[in-house]
């Protein structure tokens, strides 16, 4: 997507001042039927550790050297949830400015992958639906709750 980053806390001064290389992630967003017609999301929690520890996003993480987007994001759930992705779409892209880094945020959804959900990393995991129930939320993961309300089908009963 095109435009100006999003700025995460802007009142929080930036980690170095000029040009800052963009940090390229794969973000997933599995998608299951909850039944009825209607879909639930997977969000888990950033393990501690980890700047913003605690908030709520999408599984995934950077790219590492050579790897593609479908790659690393198949590399990221395969380490973070124990899972092996099966079926992976290319979905939409934002920046987001961070105190920490400027990263460029590739989400793709998940509609199929193979084993039962673990968490690696000791992160809680949430099926969800709209409005969602989990808090607080990645300021970089917002934007897509709003495109999945936008798209339809993840509305509670
Ligand atoms: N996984 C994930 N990262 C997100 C989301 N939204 C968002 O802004 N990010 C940002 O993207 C970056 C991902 O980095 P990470 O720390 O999770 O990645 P990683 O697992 O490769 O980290 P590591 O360097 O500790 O191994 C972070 O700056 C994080 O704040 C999201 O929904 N999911």
Redesign the pocket.
């Known amino acids: 997507m095109s435009g100006a980053p999003l700025k995460a806390d802007p009142q929080r001064a930036r980690d170095q001042a000029g040009e800052r290389q963009v940090?390229e992630?794969a973000?997933g967003v599995l998608v299951c039927d909850a039944g009825e017609g209607r879909q639930a999301f997977l969000m888990t929690s950033?393990p501690e550790g980890?700047?913003?520890a605690g908030y709520w996003?999408?599984?995934?993480?950077?790219l590492e050297q050579g790897e593609s987007v479908t790659e690393a994001l198949v590399r990221?759930l395969d380490e973070e949830l124990g899972v092996r992705a099966t079926e992976v779409q290319p979905w939409r892209s934002l920046q987001?400015d961070?105190p920490?880094?400027l990263?460029n945020?590739n989400f793709c959804k998940v509609l199929a992958w193979q084993g039962e959900l673990a968490m690696r990393e000791g992160q809680r995991f949430a099926w969800q639906d709209l409005p969602t129930r989990v808090a607080p939320i990645?300021?970089?993961?917002l934007p897509?709750l709003e495109w999945l309300q936008a798209e339809g089908g993840f509305e509670r009963a």
């Open positions: 940090v992630v973000v950033r980890k700047v913003y996003e999408f599984p995934g993480g950077k990221e987001v961070y920490h880094a990263v945020l990645l300021p970089g993961a897509v």
